[in-house]
């Protein structure tokens, strides 16, 4: 049995993070200090004696008694929503936050792994992305907040491997989805559900040309745990690599949703990236990992997720 620290537990990775720990029959310590995320994601894990919650923000020095096998540093604000409301909190979790788990890594000699992100590519000019793309980002555009924060932690990640002889793995998070995002986040399932669930219109930034390509949170939470447990320190892009536009996207949220609303044009944010899709060759080949989870099945299991929301929180303005 590992003592495994997770931060960022109880937002939507963090806390599919913990469940998958526990299952495996570890100590979770679970950290977040709730300024995107949501207690209760990981309400369920309350009464379990082999887990622990802190709520405690990693931008302060962060301390936790007895040992620790891994830690996983998943805390920051993940939507261009969120980021651009809190930037300097967003850059600080990146830098500072990053360097306070790295110090405690070191301190419990504890294997270490960051989320990283594929906005390190920005908007890229290589299509597919491979791990070898050092990236287009706009280091001054609002969305540089959280793309060189990520830009930044992979940096101080390999410098204490290099220096520090630290066990580090840096895992390239792509377009991820599922049950217990927030459905007011912003990003766009979670936007786009919602909307058909209210009844409004769909709110397609620009053209709705560009495109991602988006994974299914359990075979991400598969992918990030099989890197963690293999011996490879350089990034890994994590994602599906079926590339779809956003107009589609919005064509089959209403296909599942059985709504017939239209489709509406709001201007493209700054800096929103053309093109997204993993290269996910060296997960395949140093992970033998690959995601199963088609987007009909996890389209269908996220809808049935969010169908069950209660109206006050459907209703709920964030922004
Ligand atoms: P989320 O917003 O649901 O979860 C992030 C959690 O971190 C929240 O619970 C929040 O309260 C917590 N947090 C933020 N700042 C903190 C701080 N200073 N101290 C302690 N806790 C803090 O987002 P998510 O989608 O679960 O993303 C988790 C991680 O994965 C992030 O690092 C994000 O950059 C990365 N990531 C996610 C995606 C995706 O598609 N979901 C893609 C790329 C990278
Ligand atoms: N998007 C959209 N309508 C929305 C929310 C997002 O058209 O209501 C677009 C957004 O401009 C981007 C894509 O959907 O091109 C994915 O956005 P998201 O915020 O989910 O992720 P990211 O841009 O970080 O990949």
């Not at 924060?149 to 630290?166: D, Q």
């Not at 949170?217 to 099989?226: A, C, H, T």
């Not at 290269?279 to 969010?306: C, H, M, N, Q």
Request: aromatic share 10%.
């Amino acid at each position: 049995m590992a003592r495994v620290l997770i931060t960022g537990a109880a937002g939507f990775l963090g806390s599919h993070l913990c469940d998958r720990f526990i299952n495996e029959g570890n100590e979770v310590i679970g950290m977040d200090n709730l300024i995107t995320g949501d207690l209760k994601n990981i309400e369920h894990l309350f009464e379990l004696p082999n887990f622990e919650f802190y709520n405690h923000d990693v931008t302060k020095f962060v301390h936790v008694p007895g040992p620790l096998d891994y830690i996983l540093h998943f805390a920051s604000p993940a939507s261009p929503i969120d980021y651009l409301k809190i930037p300097i909190q967003t850059l600080k979790v990146g830098a500072m936050g990053t360097h306070n788990l790295l110090g405690l890594a070191k301190e419990k000699k504890a294997r270490i792994l960051i989320a990283s992100t594929s906005e390190v590519y920005g908007d890229p000019l290589v299509h597919p992305q491979t791990e070898e793309y050092f990236g287009n980002v706009n280091t001054l555009g609002p969305r540089g907040v959280y793309d060189e924060a990520k830009r930044f932690m992979e940096s101080i990640t390999m410098a204490y491997h290099r220096f520090h002889a630290l066990e580090t793995r840096i895992v390239r998070i792509f377009n991820t989805y599922g049950p217990r995002m927030r459905l007011n986040d912003g990003r766009v399932i979670p936007a786009f559900i919602g909307q058909a669930l209210r009844g409004e219109d769909l709110t397609i930034f620009g053209e709705g040309t560009q495109t991602r390509s988006f994974c299914y949170v359990d075979d991400q939470i598969d992918g990030i745990y099989k890197l963690l447990m293999s011996d490879y320190v350089y990034p890994v892009n994590i994602g599906n690599p079926k590339e779809i536009t956003i107009n589609q996207l919005a064509h089959e949220i209403l296909e599942l949703t059985g709504s017939d609303q239209r489709v509406i044009n709001k201007p493209l944010p700054a800096d929103d990236p053309l093109q997204r899709k993993p290269d996910i060759s060296k997960a395949a080949e140093i992970l033998d990992w690959y995601p199963l989870v088609s987007r009909e099945e996890g389209f269908a299991k996220t809808f049935e997720y969010f169908k069950n929301i209660p109206n006050e929180e459907l209703f709920k303005r964030e922004h």
